[in-house]
């Protein structure tokens, strides 16, 4: 394709003129765009092996760096002036450099503005304990957490310390003063963040995502001291997201580490994406668990499996609602098809559940 540096910022600006979610740059194929779920080839030449390198070293270059010859994957970000940011991911596939490029908006949406619950408003409103947003990549984990500080930026006056791989969302301080790190540039681990910011005088501590057991382990113990913070995991409900963390941890430390989380966790907010009747619009799904006495009861017991019994049964007083509570409702307000709904829902008898509601 003979990739130059003016080709490379008009496909990123057509990227954003389009509503673009990501944009994936492979030897052999040309760039393509994923829009409103679906994956679109571009009708630009094919990429050779020096076109995808070229990219790489352009994003790599921003950061005054070069991309190692040993390099096999790589996360970073890139900015296009008056445009926009990208959060890149770099990596090696049969010998050649592969590029996926994610849109990040300039403007971080509202609960109202993103279809998402107004209970979240009262989730960060905990002065301390653990959140986890959760979903599998590219679902919306992200933008959840971002419209989440943004809310607590207009409404509180909290000292609020994001750590993130790259750093995605920028955020002005607002009410509260807005401090944001990145790996590999800011600082080398999230654990050794996570220490640093507890010398930081910290309301708020954001990390970016829960990925090992040091990491979990110093969320944890921010929680316990008082902080209130705000992570994600990629799993689908609150069961597998408990299961997850205390799978991390020795088999003789796991009832330990139940207790732990029932007396810190806040919520768990777990989502997908789906489409609209239309096909035109992509919707957030939820499941929403706020930690009752109950629930906190089944977390220590490592009763799991009657978890989402108690998210149905505390909709009316508690604001919580099953993944397949919500599905219902979209489908009721003829908003999504059944077929989406099944797609999404690990239920076998939805439809028995839709009758029923």
């Known amino acids: 394709m003979n990739m130059e540096i003016s080709k490379l910022n008009k496909i990123l600006e057509i990227a954003f003129e389009k509503k673009v979610s990501d944009i994936h740059f492979e030897v052999g194929t040309p760039p393509m765009f994923r829009a409103r779920g679906h994956l679109i080839r571009s009708k630009l030449p094919d990429l050779f092996g020096k076109d995808t390198e070229y990219i790489a070293n352009m994003v790599m270059e921003q950061h005054g760096r070069k991309l190692p010859e040993s390099v096999k994957e790589f996360d970073t970000s890139y900015t296009l002036p008056d445009v926009g940011r990208f959060r890149v991911s770099i990596f090696r596939q049969r010998g050649n450099i592969g590029i996926v490029m994610r849109v990040i908006p300039h403007y971080i949406g509202t609960f109202q503005e993103l279809n998402l619950p107004s209970v979240l408003g009262k989730i960060v409103q905990a002065p301390n304990g653990l959140v986890l947003v959760t979903g599998p990549t590219g679902n919306g984990k992200s933008t959840t957490m971002a419209s989440m500080i943004r809310h607590i930026n207009e409404n509180f006056n909290y000292n609020i310390i994001t750590i993130e791989d790259p750093i995605e969302f920028l955020f002005t301080s607002n009410k509260s003063c807005i401090i944001q790190r990145e790996l590999g540039i800011d600082t080398d681990s999230f654990s050794g963040a996570l220490k640093a910011a507890m010398r930081m005088d910290p309301d708020v501590i954001m990390v970016g995502e829960m990925r090992d057991l040091d990491t979990i382990d110093a969320c944890i113990k921010a929680a316990e001291t ?106 009721k307000k003829d908003i999504i098809t059944l077929d989406e709904a099944k797609r999404i829902s690990r239920s076998t008898d939805l439809e028995r559940k839709l009758m029923y509601y």
């Not at 997201?241 to 991390?248: A, F, H, L, M």
């Not at 499941?287 to 089944?298: G, R």
């Open 226 to 331: 008082g902080h209130l913070v705000l992570s994600t995991l990629h799993t689908n409900n609150a069961a597998s997201t408990i299961n997850r963390i205390v799978g991390y941890f020795p088999s003789d430390a796991q009832e330990t580490i139940r207790h732990r989380l029932a007396e810190i966790l806040v919520a768990t907010i777990s989502l997908r994406l789906v489409r609209d009747k239309s096909g035109e619009n992509i919707l957030p799904v939820m499941e929403v668990m706020y930690s009752t006495s109950t629930i906190k009861a089944c977390i220590r017991e490592g009763k799991l499996d009657e978890i989402e019994e108690h998210i149905e049964k505390g909709r009316d007083e508690y604001n919580m609602q099953s993944m397949d509570q919500h599905l219902i409702q979209l489908c």
